[in-house]
């Protein structure tokens, strides 16, 4: 069974990184994209970081550019998202998603891990 | 960005109703859309995908369709798992954009 298991989440100052992981398991990961997604308390879905199945492209939305980076290692079968310079609207459940090798829909994901940024 | 809307927000509904979520775009986006149900404690789970494709093992009580700006989620016969929230998601162009969501409860 696909298995995607976030985790690193926790409560950070304003102004400070926290680094997330997600360990892949049940799949071929070197042949998936992957993506990381967010959703702030009582809030929809925002898509926050894509990388290739290489780690060679990246596509990061407006509002994390500068700031967020993703990375994956595919020796340990694991993606990352690097925050920095945090702020109170980052605050949110992150989720780790696969996205399909035939578009860009996200076919699995993972449950999610809690950031809290505040003072 | 492409922006997506949904309507209803939210609606209350009974075992065996038939309900529809609508989801419209920004710009025209052929059949790039998905569909997702989201519980609360998990991650959201995909229904269907390039509009009205129904992913494997998902029950065929849910279906999508329509192509361009307009497009909908139906489920024939709701039932009582099928309590949550809906959200659509184009896949035409980054950033990839969510709609707002549809909050599917009892009656």
């Known amino acids: 069974d696909v298995q995607l298991v976030e985790s690193g989440g926790g409560l950070v100052k304003p102004g400070g990184s926290l680094r997330l992981s997600c360990a892949a398991s049940g799949f071929s990961f070197t042949t998936y994209s992957m993506n990381w997604v967010r959703q702030a308390p009582g809030k929809g879905l925002e898509w926050v970081s894509y990388?290739?199945?290489?780690?060679?492209?990246?596509i990061d939305a407006d509002s994390v550019k500068g700031r967020f980076t993703i990375s994956r290692d595919n020796a340990k079968n694991s993606l990352y998202l690097q925050m920095n310079s945090l702020r109170a609207d980052d605050t949110a459940v992150y989720y780790c998603?696969?996205?399909?090798?035939?578009?860009?829909?996200?076919?699995?994901w993972g449950q999610g891990t809690l950031v809290t940024v505040s003072s | 960005a492409i922006q997506l809307t949904q309507s209803p927000s939210s609606l209350s509904a009974s075992v065996g109703d038939r309900v529809t979520i609508s989801c419209r775009a920004s710009?025209?986006?052929?059949?790039?859309v998905a569909w997702y149900q989201h519980r609360p404690g998990t991650g959201p789970k995909l229904l269907t995908y390039?509009?009205?494709i129904l992913e494997s093992g998902v029950p065929s009580r849910f279906s999508g369709s329509g192509s361009g700006t307009d497009f909908a989620l139906t489920i024939s016969s709701l039932q009582p798992e099928d309590f949550a929230t809906y959200y659509c998601q184009q896949f035409n162009s980054y950033p990839f954009t969510f709609g707002p969501g549809t909050k599917v409860d009892i009656k």
């Open positions: 990388v290739s199945t290489t780690g060679e492209y990246i």
């Open positions: 390039d509009a009205s």
């Open positions: 998603a696969r996205e399909s090798r035939m578009g860009g829909w996200f076919d699995s």
């Open positions: 710009q025209g986006i052929s059949s790039a």
